[in-house]
């Protein structure tokens, strides 16, 4: 059986939300049985921390967690987050095994729903990055960050509710709201929920009447469809 190995705690809230995903996606397609997942839990708040000051201590940080788990036996990995993505392409480089992205499984979801042109939504780290423009441009598809006041709530939000597994309805209103500014004001056709903790806050498939990318959804299906081969 194919294994799959997850790096997870960062945060604790989505890493449960992904294997719960990764089970009941299994169960549809091969009842009775159960996928093999091995779970390396992370420090939220170092992966933070790394993510702000530090790059490469984040990449080696990852890196010993890829190692555990290809110490375990699995076949592939996958980063239960957006943030951690930053720093994809040197993990990527120097995994003991491969690398399912969630940022490739996003813009191939946007490119199949027509969408040209989305906002990004997550940690600061996350909208701030270059790593959705860059793998959704190879498909046509702009991606637009809110302005820098909308990024520091957004984060603040993140990092001081969602990642504590508070999950408030006075914020998905302010989340949505921002949305429909973003919409009206910098013309989006979709909006990528670049944190997988704001999946967990935004469950419906749209905000503020426009598409909405759950990337913990389609990290998943990815995993799975690794799983099944």
């Known amino acids: 059986?194919?294994?799959?190995?997850?790096?997870?705690?960062?945060?604790?809230?989505?890493?449960?939300?992904?294997?719960?995903?990764?089970?009941?996606?299994?169960?549809?397609?091969?009842?009775?049985?159960?996928?093999?997942?091995?779970?390396?839990?992370?420090?939220?708040?170092?992966?933070?921390?790394?993510?702000?000051?530090?790059?490469?201590?984040?990449?080696?940080?990852?890196l010993a967690s890829l190692k555990r788990l290809a110490g375990a036996g699995v076949d592939f990995a996958a980063m239960a987050a957006n943030t951690p993505h930053i720093v994809f392409a040197e993990l990527a480089s120097r995994s003991p095994v491969p690398l399912v992205s969630i940022v490739e499984a996003t813009a191939e979801e946007a490119r199949?729903?027509?969408?040209?042109?989305?906002?990004?939504?997550?940690?600061?780290?996350?909208?701030?990055?270059?790593?959705y423009p860059e793998v959704c441009g190879r498909y046509g598809i702009q991606v637009v960050a809110p302005d820098k006041p909308e990024r520091e709530?957004?984060?603040?939000?993140?990092?001081?509710?969602?990642?504590?597994?508070?999950?408030?309805?006075?914020?998905?209103?302010?989340?949505?709201?921002?949305?429909d500014r973003l919409k009206n004001e910098k013309h989006i056709g979709g909006v990528i929920l670049g944190g997988t903790e704001l999946t967990l806050l935004l469950t419906g498939p749209s905000v503020a009447g426009l598409p909405a990318l759950d990337t913990t959804a389609l990290h998943v299906a990815s995993i799975l469809n690794r799983l099944s081969r």
């Open 112 to 131: 199949r729903l027509g969408l040209r042109r989305v906002a990004i939504l997550g940690t600061r780290f996350t909208m701030e990055s270059s790593m």
């Open 1 to 62: 059986m194919v294994s799959v190995g997850i790096v997870g705690g960062i945060g604790p809230e989505s890493t449960i939300d992904y294997y719960r995903r990764i089970l009941a996606g299994w169960s549809h397609d091969h009842p009775g049985t159960s996928p093999s997942i091995v779970i390396d839990s992370l420090d939220v708040q170092v992966g933070l921390r790394l993510s702000e000051h530090d790059r490469p201590g984040l990449v080696e940080y990852v």
């Open 153 to 179: 709530m957004v984060h603040d939000r993140y990092v001081n509710q969602m990642l504590k597994g508070q999950f408030r309805e006075e914020t998905r209103r302010e989340i949505i709201a921002l949305v």
